[in-house]
């Protein structure tokens, strides 16, 4: 009888065999279909936004190299467009190409920043949080909520106004911009970990005897890259036009050139009146490209997350043909 019962039951050997195998094919099959589900099928919309992206970025990136200082002062003020300044001169006598090709690296520099640290807080506070429940969950939750019903702008402006001019650098506008964005993402992420952590392959990981940081970082992380790759581009964005916002305020990066620090100066030397709407226009125009660039983006990763989008737009295309068809055939 009990060879008989040692036969039939399992052991316990054989029962973490079983979890391990079990774990490694759910965690190959999450991971495959997260990577799957994170690389967006090209439409004309995504096409769009990643060159514009593209195209300003490379004007940041290698536009420096390319253009004189920035800061030389001539006696030409105020001159418009010509073959020596491309895009004129500042009141000053400054080459608005080269303080352009400056700020929009500023720009860059400061909304990539601020996206990775909105992104990691939002990871850390949403998914650590709702993985370990309990009570870690709640004070988490608590913390995001603190910071989710405090006005962002308000909050932003009384912070850099604290701060002193001499201090306030790139780094200091980046971290503060960061502490003020990050609460609605965690939300979000919050609640997508909670539904993810009842599965299967995470129940069979946390059977298999994973340590909770792996059990993250391979089977619920790559769930979430969409999530995370939609909540970095709308950072990114939100960072570029907040930046932009205070330093046209005065409240800016003291000593780095961005492209909301280009408004301010345009503003305080009056190229509005004076009719100099190439010192104003062209930062003015690579904000609004640079963010619908990173919106058209955004909008393709949203379909990834929510398929209905993309039914939707679907839909609306086969309306269109069928509109044309019968337009054709009458």
């Known amino acids: 009888?009990?060879?008989?019962?040692?036969?039939?039951?399992p052991t316990i050997g054989a029962l973490?065999?079983?979890?391990?195998?079990?774990?490694?094919?759910?965690?190959?099959?999450?991971t495959k279909g997260g990577l799957r589900r994170f690389l967006p099928t090209p439409t004309p919309w995504l096409i769009t936004g990643i060159v514009l992206v593209l195209g300003v970025t490379l004007f940041g990136v290698i536009g420096p190299l390319l253009v004189g200082d920035p800061t030389t002062i001539r006696d030409s003020g105020l001159q418009g467009p010509s073959a020596a300044n491309l895009l004129g001169t500042t009141q000053t006598g400054q080459d608005v190409l080269a303080q352009l090709?400056?700020?929009?690296?500023?720009?860059?520099?400061?909304?990539?920043?601020?996206?990775?640290?909105a992104t990691v807080l939002s990871a850390f506070f949403g998914?650590?949080?709702?993985?370990?429940g309990g009570f870690m969950d709640e004070a988490f939750s608590l913390?995001?909520?603190?910071?989710?019903?405090?006005?962002?702008?308000?909050?932003?402006?009384?912070?850099?106004?604290?701060?002193?001019?001499?201090?306030?650098?790139?780094?200091?506008i980046a971290v503060v911009l960061a502490i003020t964005s990050w609460a609605g993402s965690a939300r979000v992420l919050r609640a997508q970990t909670m539904s993810i952590r009842n599965r299967d392959y995470?129940?069979?990981?946390?059977?298999?005897?994973?340590?909770?940081?792996?059990?993250?970082?391979?089977?619920?992380?790559?769930n979430l890259l969409p999530v995370l790759a939609s909540q970095f581009v709308f950072a990114v964005i939100a960072a570029?036009?907040?930046?932009?916002?205070?330093?046209?305020?005065?409240?800016?990066?003291?000593?780095?050139?961005?492209?909301?620090?280009?408004?301010?100066?345009?503003?305080?030397?009056?190229a509005l009146a004076n009719g100099a709407w190439w010192w104003f226009v062209p930062p003015g125009l690579l904000i609004a490209l640079l963010g619908m660039g990173l919106?058209?983006?955004?909008?393709?990763?949203?379909?990834v997350i929510n398929p209905r989008l993309a039914n939707v737009r679907a839909q609306r295309r086969r309306e269109r043909r069928l509109r044309r068809l019968k337009g054709t055939q009458r």
């Open 16 to 30: 973490a065999e079983e979890a391990d195998s079990t774990t490694s094919i759910a965690t190959r099959k999450a």
């Open 143 to 172: 913390f995001s909520n603190v910071f989710l019903v405090i006005p962002g702008l308000p909050l932003v402006i009384v912070i850099s106004g604290l701060v002193p001019r001499e201090a306030r650098g790139l780094w200091t």
């Open 240 to 270: 570029i036009l907040g930046e932009a916002g205070l330093s046209f305020l005065g409240l800016g990066a003291s000593n780095s050139s961005t492209l909301g620090t280009m408004l301010f100066y345009a503003q305080n030397g009056f």
């Open 202 to 222: 995470v129940s069979a990981a946390r059977v298999a005897g994973e340590k909770p940081w792996r059990v993250i970082a391979v089977e619920i992380l790559p």
């Open 101 to 117: 090709a400056y700020a929009t690296r500023g720009s860059l520099q400061i909304g990539l920043i601020v996206g990775l640290l």
């Open 127 to 132: 998914i650590l949080g709702a993985y370990l």
């Open 295 to 303: 919106s058209l983006v955004n909008f393709s990763i949203d379909e």
């Open 1 to 9: 009888m009990t060879n008989i019962q040692q036969e039939t039951e």
